[in-house]
């Protein structure tokens, strides 16, 4: 590689940076932007009691004992109450998939994190719903 | 009389001595408050003397000039602003945005994270040197900051006036420069020394073999616009380009100094003392609370010291449109060459040590040496070029 | 060099709170600027993967694997998958053998860009470092379309796959591999045409073949020197569909060093890899049958397996991985689980290939062997 060709790929690299500097940027304006989650996303679940008939296999398939069951607290005539562990949960997708009565579902709802270690274990009245409180930060809110 | 010894009066009498007490402690008090008036008229004769001298115009307005515009505030702010334009580039050029979040467009991010720098706990390693360790890194600061005097902001609004004014550019500030930036690398290899760990102390070693390999291509490089404007004083040299810029006659020269001013930074690519995944931080590694703060904002002064050189040397300073006052011309060029400098620094890997002698001693000393030469062969042997960059 | 030159050595902790050692050390002997001696030290990382394996049954294993290393998840746990089919005599439909191999060369396409950014990085470009991070943010979300996450895919099951190829899926995987194809010549040039890349990456971290052998190295570490030794081609698995396409081994020959390989062979070699798994992808992809994704018979036999052993191989990102498994009569959980990580031969080799250089290559050698912890410590 002589001096003059040194010299080319020196130029070539200014040249590629240099365009770089007026494109727009990858990243999102997180929390006003935020990428697309599809709907096949492992985020939190959600337990639908109406279907549900407490047979515990989604207890039996978590790998990491996320799930914590409680078949005394009926609301509908077979169904059960679930606590899940998020400080345990590993959003592998096991339990969704061992589930053969369609009551427990993924969302694509990723942003759980909270400020108290309390506030992660959510549950029977916590996952049986999407709802929850708007965050506040500087004046904005969000979700 | 009684008890005579060797003719002298013992006789004592307790009375009279008793009497004449108040009179001596009353001459002591004298004495005192005599001292203490002539303190006080002497603190008040030198605080009347400096009024005298401000409050002459030139000299007033030397203070004004010195510390407000273009001076010290100015200089604090442009490196706050300087330090944010970094931060925003070296984002771009990475695919995302910088600081955002604090002011609009993250004007105030400096100032949070100043302030955080400032607030957290000062770590003294067990070995160093203590005291050292802490003079070092602001001694730093101030010898960064002092060169920014003699920089040629404007012709009129400037620190130091053409050479012969009063308060005149000195006749060899390019070489007054210069010195005062060689003694940077010195203060790095002497706070790697002092901090007492491995990793610093090979740190400091690369700094000062950087030294070693830069600065002497940077110091001939500046040679060339020296001798085309007949005199080492950076007034002379910036009021000398008013017809042509020493870029279009030097180009190689630019960018030899280009190259040696960002070796002799410790930037990107020739970072090897600071290097960020050999040596963790190289001389910088121990430093914590304020004393990062410091080297943080020296080592950004060092750039824009190095820019600034570049305008007035190669760029024509102040010479520009003429509708424009001098140091707005100076302030959008320096902006520009800046932003060359940051694109430049961000483009490359970083080279190994000696990878770094090697190049600047075998590539850049002898393009810098011939451009010496042909400089002095155009001098001398072309007439017509002598009235058209002495200038007016 | 004379014994008592180590006198005046000193002894640095390339510690593991370093930039560029992530939860590894070493123990470097430096005399100046050269490097005399070097005692990796493993260790730093250990979290007892093997041990959590004898308390998981064979479906949920797998997420223990996956974790290990995360650039290279599905690589990672499918030597385990593999294991288990072989214990439990499980027949895989020939759509899931397809999908998994696709899915495979997606992976490692993935954490090949991932290590041009690592690489580049710790060399000191940070504009570079970002760069190739943006194409392999198209590629997670692909994943995260396929399988609902972007890194953690656990996209294996005894017996075939758990997610189908759903046309937004597809569409998101070419919008990846085209975007990966379009930016091999700006990378080329940024890498490969750097000036100052060549200048720290040739003649740096240099062996030969043999040495490469005889230290058990594979993967793009030995190919890079001109063996054409891949496990995809010398023992197709029978669960993959490697053997349905002809396709080339991707090695490069230097004719400055037959037979020798240094940094930036590695580079070249990595950058061969991925365009041998787009060319496999590429041929894959219309030889889609229709079809069941999973053995149906597999979610009885997978929850109690014969006592046996079985051993899962695939040719990872960095090497040939393997895992062995031992069980009992009737077992709902492993006996024994035995994982081998292809780095462990890549960190220790670097006792051998780093004396004589100096200390800046130090880095640059390390990341052109590209070694990961998690695979040494598990």
Known sequence: MGFVGNLGDIFRILKHVFRQVFRRPFTYFYPWEDRPYPETTRGRHIHVRETCTGCAQCVRACPVAAIHIDKEDKKFEKDCALTFDYTRCIFCGDCVRSCRFEALFHTPIVDISEGDREDLIYGPDKITTLDRDPLEWRGWRFR | MVGSLGGYDMQFDFFTWFGGLWDWIYGILLWFWAIIKWLGIWILDIIDGIWILASIPENFMFLFRAIIMPGLIFLLLALIFTIWFTRKIWARIQDRRGPTHLGKYGGYQLFADAIKLMGKEIIIPDKAKAWLYRILPSLLLVIVLIPFAFIPWDPYWNIMGPPGAAYGDLSVSLVLVFALLTAVPVFSLLIGWVTGSKYSLIGGFRAANNQFAAEIPMVISSVGPAMLAGSLSLFSIVAAQTSIWYIVLLPINFATFMVASIASVGTFPFDAPVADSEIIFGWRTELSGIYFTVIYFAEFAEQMLYSALMVSLFLGGFNGLPFLPGIVNFIIKWLVVYFIFTVVTSSFYRLRQDQIVHLCWKYLIPLSILNVVLVMFAMAYLPWLVPLVVGG | ?378
């Open chain 3, 1 to 378: 060099m004379s014994p008592d030159i180590l006198d005046e050595s000193c002894v640095i902790w390339f510690g593991p709170q370093h930039v560029s050692a992530h939860g590894w050390a070493a123990k470097l002997t430096l005399v100046g600027d050269y490097i005399v001696e070097c005692d990796p030290n493993a260790g730093y990382f250990h979290r007892s993967a093997e041990k959590c394996l004898e308390f998981r049954n064979f479906r949920q294993g797998s997420m223990i694997l996956e974790r290990i290393c995360m650039m290279e998840a599905f690589l990672g746990e499918y030597p385990y998958i593999a294991a288990v089919e072989k214990i439990a005599d499980l027949e895989v439909p020939e759509r899931a053998k397809i999908m998994r191999t696709i899915m495979m060369e997606f992976n490692r396409i993935h954490s090949y860009q991932f290590w041009f950014g690592q690489f580049a990085g710790e060399l000191g470009l940070f504009a570079m470092l970002l760069w190739p991070w943006v194409d392999r943010e198209y590629s997670l979300d692909a994943f995260e379309q396929l399988t609902g996450s972007r890194h953690t895919v656990s996209y294996a099951t005894p017996g075939g796959v758990k997610y189908d190829f759903t046309p937004k899926f597809l569409s998101k995987m070419d919008i990846a591999l085209s975007r990966c194809r379009n930016r091999m010549p700006l990378f080329d040039d940024m890498l490969a045409g750097s000036p100052t890349f060549r200048l720290r990456a040739e003649g740096v971290g240099q062996y030969t073949a043999k040495q490469a052998l005889k230290w058990g190295l594979s993967g793009p570490n030995i190919k890079a020197c001109g063996i054409p030794m891949d496990l995809r081609k010398d023992d197709p698995d029978p669960n993959l569909a490697y053997d349905m396409i002809d396709w080339e081994v991707p090695t490069i020959h230097n004719e400055d060093h037959p037979g020798e390989c240094d940094a930036f062979d590695r580079l070249h070699q990595r950058f061969k890899e991925i365009e041998t798994s787009l060319d496999i992808i590429e041929k894959l992809l219309p030889l889609l049958p229709e079809g069941p994704i999973i053995d149906p018979k597999a979610r009885g036999k997978a929850n109690r397996l014969p006592e046996g052993e079985g051993y899962g191989r695939v040719e990872g990102a960095r090497g040939i991985t393997t895992v062995w498994l031992k069980t009992m009569e009737k077992a709902q959980t492993p006996w024994r689980a035995k994982i081998r990580g292809p780095c462990f031969a890549s960190y220790y080799s670097l006792k051998h290939i780093v004396p004589g250089a100096r200390f800046a290559d130090f880095p640059a050698i390390f990341g052109s062997l590209d070694p990961y912890p998690g695979w040494w410590d598990r």
